[in-house]
């Protein structure tokens, strides 16, 4: 496949008619769109570990003419919002801010026993505050919204979205608009709920997600099977009682025969977290698994050097670590156990280059709390089925979409197709990602020129935090 750059204006508007001529004819594009008999919708994911920290997806707001808005996919929080016309400190993202003057189904919250925040002259407002100083507010609104862009062919539903205002350090800086919350029950109304509520068009309260090393699938109301490599999908209980997708984390181990943990009181509250960019240990199982990969390959047996204690480069032809070992972790099941691999490619990113791979998992310090982050669910399957309080994690070949961090924004709906990038990458197409990868992370004063080949100046953890606190206040942390 090509690698796809802005076409000028002559070429996009071909293309645009083109497009339009073809689905009248009874064309569709191969990857996913809706499935009107099993009321699944479906739509592109984009980014990458080292080139975003985070994975995000498209909305479409407004009518008549919806606006296109990225944002963050995360498992971990439940506030979707993004920055608006008007907006007094937003930062420059990839997509124009949305301009709720442009939509006639545009409706402001005002203030009842309805609003989830503050009351302020008279309508609902939001401040999420983060941890680590990073903090969104504005106003509620509600408007209609479809997931993905135009060629998903999703159908419209309405929702409850905040509209920010201001905005403070990741969220200025970031290039993705805003973010979109899928976490259960944090608040008095999410986007999650909005969807699962339109019954005539989702009929499962599930949804799931197949993430690529670059882009990945998003699926609502089921999950899309021909993804699965064995069609074995492995469930495992969700813990109840909580705000976020808990699960019971026993065993961590290295290969068939190498134990790093066996306690499953050592990992404390596990947590599965789309908005974390790496998986987080507590202390002394961190220290344990560093030290258990640095003996089994620091000696070339995995063909590969050490750098710096957290990266590894590969011999000379080798592209992917295909010579480390497989880590397995063994949930609970309540009746049993279940588990599941973590493979190389996933508990190692590539850093820039085909060749060096680094660490995708870091420690939580003393906290007693494990967070599964897009490291874990990569070239997986993962199902959140909320109408059975269960997780489904399955082995799948995730389809890879491309969108540079600093592409033209094509805000009519009809003109989405140009401005999304091909799948499964070229050779030109890594160059030019690692080059507007570096330029995203320097944009954040994040770069790792700045902080060492494998500093973790710039992953983000989290979007979530396991402590309970007030409704009107932001659940996440990041870094």
């Known amino acids: ?27 569709r594009p191969i990857d996913a769109i809706y499935d009107s008999d099993a009321k699944i919708e479906s739509a592109r994911l984009f980014g990458n570990i080292n080139a975003y920290a985070y994975y ?58 309805d609003c989830a925040g503050a009351c302020q002259e008279g309508f609902c407002t ?18 209609s919204v ?90 495992i209980p969700l813990q109840q009682h909580t705000r976020f997708y808990s699960v019971l984390l026993k065993k961590l181990t290295m290969g068939s025969n190498v134990s790093i943990s066996s306690d499953s009181e050592a990992f404390g509250e596990t947590v599965v977290d789309s908005g974390t960019t790496f998986s987080y240990f507590p202390e002394h199982v961190f220290e344990a698994l560093k030290s258990t990969l640095s003996t089994r390959c620091g000696t070339g047996a995995c063909d590969a050097t050490n750098i710096d204690g957290s990266c590894w480069r590969l011999v000379p032809g080798d592209t992917t670590p295909k010579r480390f070992p497989t880590l397995t972790l063994v949930f609970g099941t309540g009746s049993g156990e279940v588990s599941i691999s973590w493979p190389p490619e996933a508990y190692l990113f590539r850093r820039g280059e085909d060749a060096l791979w680094c660490h995708s998992f870091d420690t939580n310090g003393p906290s007693l709390q494990t967070v599964l982050g897009v490291s874990f669910l990569l070239h997986k399957n993962v199902v ?9 994690i399955a082995e799948a ?21 140009p401005r999304e990038e091909s799948s499964h990458r070229t050779p030109i197409a890594a160059t030019l990602f690692g080059m507007s990868g570096l330029l995203a992370l320097a944009s954040a004063g994040t770069t790792c020129l700045a902080c060492g080949v494998c500093d973790r100046c710039w992953a983000r953890k989290s979007y979530t935090s396991l402590e309970e606190n007030a409704e009107t206040s932001r659940e996440g942390t990041a870094t």
């Open 146 to 235: 479809r997931l993905g862009a135009a060629l998903h062919e999703n159908p419209p539903f309405e929702a409850v979205m905040g509209c920010h205002l201001d905005e403070r350090k990741l969220f200025y800086s970031q290039k993705v608009n805003g973010i979109m919350g899928l976490a259960p029950k944090q608040r008095k109304t999410s986007i999650l709920e909005d969807m699962f509520s339109d019954k005539r068009d989702i009929n499962t309260n599930m949804f799931s997600l197949c993430l690529a090393e670059w882009g990945g699938v998003l699926d609502v109301g089921g999950y899309n099977r021909s993804y699965l490599k064995d069609d074995d999908t492995q469930w």
């Open 56 to 113: 995000f997806t498209d909305l479409l707001v407004g009518t008549p003419h919806p606006q296109l808005v990225s944002v963050i996919v995360d498992t971990g929080s439940s506030l979707c919002g993004f920055p608006c016309a008007g907006c007094t400190h937003c930062g420059r993202h990839i997509d124009p801010l949305y301009d709720p003057k442009k939509s006639r189904t545009f409706e402001k919250i005002a203030c009842g026993l």
């Open 384 to 392: 959140f089925d909320l109408q059975n309080g269960r997780l489904g």
């Open 397 to 417: 070949t995730c389809p890879e979409y491309h969108r540079p961090p600093v592409a033209h924004s094509i805000t009519d709906a009809t003109a989405a197709l």
């Open 126 to 143: 939001y401040l999420e505050s983060y941890t680590e100083g990073s903090s969104i507010s504005g106003f509620w609104f509600r408007d």
């Open 1 to 27: 496949s090509m690698f796809c750059m802005p076409c000028p204006l002559g070429q996009s508007w071909l293309a645009r008619v083109l497009l339009l001529v073809m689905m009248e004819i009874g064309w």
